[in-house]
């Protein structure tokens, strides 16, 4: 059973950056397609990046292609997430996402493709 942890989160301005971990233990991180979600107060959980397992594709929401970059260390079993440019809207519990394998590309952004979850970390952008 795979254990994620996410770390990074904080209070920060519009504008500004930070960098999200997730690191995973219990399991053969190497052999997870991953996620990025993020939910906000009174809204519905939301897909931010995802990168697969095999050939290591990135996948982004509209909304954070061009800021947000999602990647990852198989050798620290570490996902990471470096969002830039800031923005209050982007405010929210962040939470990383595994599942074994491979997912299907049409499948990347749907919470319900992923087996294993952490248990988040609050980012919050003031204006």
């Known amino acids: 059973q795979v254990q994620l942890v996410e770390s990074g989160g904080g209070l920060v301005q519009t504008g500004d950056s930070l960098r999200l971990s997730c690191v995973a233990s219990?399991?053969?991180?190497?052999?997870?397609?991953l996620g990025w979600f993020r939910q906000a107060p009174g809204k519905e959980r939301e897909s931010v990046a995802a990168?697969?397992?095999?050939?290591?594709?990135?996948y982004y929401a509209d909304s954070v292609k061009g800021r947000f970059t999602i990647s990852r260390d198989n050798t620290k079993n570490t996902m990471y997430l470096q969002m830039n440019s800031l923005k209050p809207e982007d405010t929210a519990v962040y939470y990383c996402?595994?599942?074994?394998?491979?997912?299907?590309?049409?499948?990347?952004?749907?919470?319900?493709?992923?087996?294993?979850w952490g248990q988040g970390t609050q980012v919050t952008v003031s204006s």
């Open positions: 996402a595994a599942r074994a394998g491979q997912i299907i590309v049409s499948a990347v952004h749907s919470p319900a493709s992923y087996h294993h």
């Open positions: 219990g399991g053969t991180f190497s052999s997870y397609s």
């Open positions: 990168i697969r397992w095999r050939g290591g594709h990135t």
